[in-house]
């Protein structure tokens, strides 16, 4: 079975950075892409970014471009969410999930890790 660990949560100020990590258990990532997605108390759950596994794609939601990127480490089967410029409303429990392709819909993911939660405070 395919197991997502995600780390990296914490408190951080307003303006900060962090990177958040997702390791798989195993070479799960291989011809899958690999997205990153968070939940705020009350809200349902929201795409932030993904990347293909083996090849170039990425995507952004709106809301992060020209502050998150997300990159992989194909040696340590690990994906990174590299965050800058943290707003408060980047608060949230950020997850990681294995899916086909590049998708923006949780639903279409068909593995999660069990979520690493931020904060960041103004």
């Known amino acids: 079975q395919v197991r997502l660990v995600e780390s990296g949560g914490g408190s951080v100020q307003t303006g900060g950075s962090l990177r958040l990590s997702c390791a798989a258990s195993?070479?799960?990532?291989?011809?899958?892409?690999v997205g990153w997605f968070r939940q705020s108390p009350g809200k349902e759950r929201e795409f932030v970014a993904a990347?293909?596994?083996?090849?170039?794609?990425?995507s952004l939601a709106d809301s992060v471009k020209g502050r998150f990127t997300i990159s992989r480490d194909h040696g340590n089967n690990t994906v990174y969410l590299h965050m800058n410029s943290l707003k408060p409303e980047d608060t949230a429990v950020y997850y990681c999930?294995?899916?086909?392709?590049?998708?923006?819909?949780?639903?279409?993911?068909?593995?999660w890790g069990q979520g690493t939660q931020f904060t960041v405070s103004s």
């Open positions: 195993e070479r799960a990532f291989i011809n899958y892409g």
């Open positions: 990347i293909i596994w083996s090849g170039d794609s990425t």
């Open positions: 999930a294995i899916g086909f392709g590049i998708r923006q819909t949780a639903t279409l993911y068909a593995y």
